[in-house]
């Protein structure tokens, strides 16, 4: 996705500004928009689009063909001769045509399929330095509970190993989507690489080493890969990692896929398509638009049709034409579109930073210790292979109230008074808000995404990139009844003297 500003703002800021402005959407755990625009597959919302869409690509391109067609109308009109030149023009028009639709068709195909590659390729790469860091997250050493209900936790010095290779995952991450895109390529020249640093992506020392490192500055995620590789190696080394020669292959593989994957996609922006199979395709459009108006008025079409015919004929084939050139250029990395639709850079960033993270805070803390398996003391942990039936979960549950009605009976008639009692059912009623404005945020999150937004993140959701709201969905409906039934309950609990304003 360019970076574009009008110039009367570029103007008005500094370089360093621009940069700050990448990197600010480059540190965010959690994306903004999605990786495409998202859309309503009703034909009716189809319709009412504008912005994105080829006809917004390509209405100028039609008006000037039925400019020109408006001209060859007044021509054949003021010489009607003329058209006796022409006699068997329609059939030859024709045949190219046909030639042309069968070409443009496969044209667009391939285009597609370059787009697709591009795209499997940006989650194939997070994929794979996903599964780099569940290998170090399952690998890295933990402390043992002296509490036997206690769980094991990484070692101080294995945790730090942990956030020092996730910080490289997102460094090489963001270097090697700037060598893919101009949009993010200022962040490759001196002054932002000094920025990575000032903002907290790299060191010094490893700023000083990158830049007077022998590579190339579009090849410096390869040095952090590296990096990530070697620290691997040593930390295993080092005993902050459990492993034997295993551990040092499954690293080995895991940095080979991530390299893979990353030169795969400089070559596919590189070989994209040749420059034969484009020029063949232009001149066959153009002769199919430009030829249309001699063809139609030469045979006597008349001038409302001709023109209508023009139009139509430009929004379909020059627009599908236009639509393969975005499909070649995923990354909006050329100036022949607007680019309204291209694949954000930002939010696979955005999501690659979530996942460095995401493993080891999922395995922060163990549920069995390693001394309850080595004693097969592992009873509380087995359970029901079809569950428990309903019957027994409502017996576990009333067990549960009853225990808990002991205890608050027994509470009050020590020492809890009126105004105590009142401040706990408040206080339940404000977990339970809470629980229930979790559960519309997630029901509401859109398929696909890794996180939920207002909850991993307080950024709002797009308006616009969001289609699909679960508003009418089943269960949400009931559990809003069920939230409005708790809320006239503890409207009825509390006294009117305390009774607190309620949403």
Not at 159 to 168: D, F, G, M, P, Q
Not at 253 to 275: D, H, S, W
Not at 423 to 435: I, N, W
Request: with cysteine; hydrophobic share 40%; aromatic share 10%.
């Amino acid at each position: 996705m360019a970076f574009e500003l009008p110039e009367s703002v570029i103007e008005t800021i500094s370089t360093q500004d621009l940069i700050d402005n990448i990197l600010d959407e480059c540190l965010r755990m959690s994306a903004r928009r999605p990786i495409m625009r998202q859309f309503d597959p009703a034909s009716k919302s189809i319709w009412k689009q504008w912005k994105g869409t080829v006809v917004a690509e390509t209405w100028q391109s039609g008006l000037r063909h039925v400019i020109w067609a408006m001209g060859v109308y007044l021509v054949f009109k003021q010489h009607p001769t003329i058209s006796k030149g022409f006699v068997g023009f329609n059939r030859i028009w024709g045949e190219v045509l046909a030639v042309t639709t069968f070409t443009l068709t496969f044209f667009v195909n391939e285009s597609y399929s370059c787009w697709r590659t591009c795209l499997n390729i940006c989650y194939t790469l997070q994929a794979r330095m996903n599964d780099f860091s569940i290998a170090m997250a399952g690998c890295a050493k933990r402390t043992e509970p002296t509490d036997p209900e206690g769980t094991s936790t990484f070692t101080p010095a294995s945790r730090k190993t942990l956030l020092v290779l996730s910080r490289y995952i997102r460094l090489f991450n963001i270097l090697c989507y700037a060598s893919f895109t101009r949009s993010h390529r200022p962040l490759l020249t001196r002054q932002g690489m000094r920025r990575l640093v000032a903002r907290g992506l790299m060191t010094e020392k490893e700023q000083t080493i990158l830049t007077n490192s022998n590579i190339a500055a579009t090849s410096r995620h390869n040095a952090v890969l590296m990096w990530m590789f070697r620290t691997a190696l040593d930390a295993r080394k080092a005993g902050h990692f459990d492993g034997e020669t295993g551990f040092e292959h499954n690293v080995l593989v895991r940095i080979q896929e991530i390299r893979g994957q990353g030169n795969y996609m400089e070559c596919i922006l590189k070989g994209r398509m040749p420059f034969a199979y484009a020029h063949i395709v232009q001149v066959l459009v153009d002769a199919v638009l430009w030829s249309y108006p001699v063809m139609a008025f030469s045979s006597g079409m008349s001038f409302q049709l001709g023109v209508l015919g023009t139009f139509v004929l430009t929004m379909c084939y020059q627009g599908l034409f236009d639509l393969s050139k975005r499909f070649l250029d995923p990354f909006h990395n050329e100036s022949f579109n607007k680019g309204n639709d291209p694949i954000v850079i930002d939010t696979l960033i955005a999501e690659t930073n979530a996942g460095s993270l995401r493993w080891m805070y999922g395995l922060e803390e163990m549920p069995i210790p390693f001394k309850k398996l080595q004693d097969g003391d592992l009873d509380e942990f087995i359970l029901p292979n079809d569950g428990f039936t309903i019957e027994e979960a409502a017996l576990e549950e009333e067990k549960q109230e009853e225990a808990l009605a002991k205890e608050t009976a027994a509470a009050t008639a020590s020492s809890v008074t009126v105004t105590d009692a009142e401040a706990q059912v408040e206080e339940d009623f404000v977990d339970y808000e809470e629980e229930f404005e979790e559960t519309m945020a997630i029901l509401n999150t859109p398929p696909g995404y890794d996180f939920v937004p207002g909850l991993d993140d307080d950024a709002e959701l797009n308006n616009d990139a969001v289609i699909g709201m679960m508003e009418d969905d089943q269960y949400l409906e009931i559990a809003t009844e069920e939230y409005e039934e708790a809320r006239d309950e503890f409207r009825d609990t509390l006294s009117p003297d305390t009774l607190l304003p309620l949403p």
